[in-house]
Antibody
Framework: QLQLQESGPGLVKPSETLSLTCTVS??????????WGWIRQPPQKGLEWIGS???????YYNPSLQSRVTLSVDTSKNQFSLKLRFVSAADTAVYFC??????????WGQGTLVTVSS | DIQMTQSPSSLSASVGDRVTITCRAS??????LGWYQQKPGKAPQRLIY???SLQSGVPSRFSGSGSGTEFSLTISSLQPEDFATYYC?????????FGGGTKVEIK
């Protein structure tokens, strides 16, 4: 059964870089049938797509975050990662990693809360 | 960017009620729309893909309809476990965009 698990610091200082990793189990990240993405949810607010990456390395980013975001894939570890630079309090959110399959939608990890504070 | 306008933002209903949530896209997205259910403190779960196809295991009281720019999610007979927040998502083009959410509360 597919499982995705986010990991990384729960507290990041303003202006620093938020780094999260998603470990995929029960399925291979090296499949052209899927893409892998990050979605976030500020406290008591809605969902915002951050970006998606294919195992080939092709990436798509939300224009509102594009200048600060980098996604990457490590096929040897069956992981993909998010880096968000120059964070501020507005980046405080629950960050979800997820697998996208056309015709099925997003399969989500449980999410991890990242707080930006000094 | 395609904007997804979801309404209402919240509603109160009783067990057994029929509930309809709508999403309007700012441009034609064909059938590239899905619906997700989120309960407090949990990750969203897939309900419906391609406008009207139920994910495996989703009760048949859930249904979706629409095309182009107007879409709806209907719960035919609200059950206690259905009280949650619902989101639509368009995947016709990047950036992927969600509706603002509809919180379904107990009356």
């Amino acid at each position: 059964q597919l499982q995705l698990q986010e990991s990384g610091p729960g507290l990041v200082k303003p202006s620093e870089t938020l780094s999260l990793t998603c470990t995929v189990s029960g399925g291979s990240i090296s499949s052209s049938s899927f893409s892998w993405g990050w979605i976030r949810q500020p406290p008591q607010k809605g969902l915002e797509w951050i970006g998606s990456i294919y195992y080939s390395g092709n990436t798509y980013y939300n224009p509102s975050l594009q200048s600060r975001v980098t996604l990457s894939v490590d096929t040897s570890k069956n992981q993909f990662s998010l880096k968000l630079r120059f964070v501020s309090a507005a980046d405080t959110a629950v960050y979800f990693c997820a697998r996208w399959q056309y015709g099925s939608g997003w399969h989500w990890g449980q999410g991890t809360l990242v707080t930006v504070s000094s | 960017d395609i904007q997804m306008t979801q309404s209402p933002s919240s509603l109160s209903a009783s067990v057994g009620d029929r509930v309809t949530i709508t999403c309007r896209a700012s441009q034609d997205i064909g059938s590239d729309l899905g619906w997700y259910q989120q309960k407090p403190g949990k990750a969203p779960q897939r309900l419906i893909y391609a406008v009207s196809s139920l994910q495996s295991g989703v009760p048949s009281r859930f249904s979706g309809s629409g095309s182009g720019t107007e879409f709806s999610l209907t719960i035919s007979s609200l059950q206690p476990e259905d009280f949650a927040t619902y989101y639509c998502l368009q995947h016709n083009s990047y950036p992927l965009t969600f509706g603002g959410g509809t919180k379904v509360e107990i009356k």
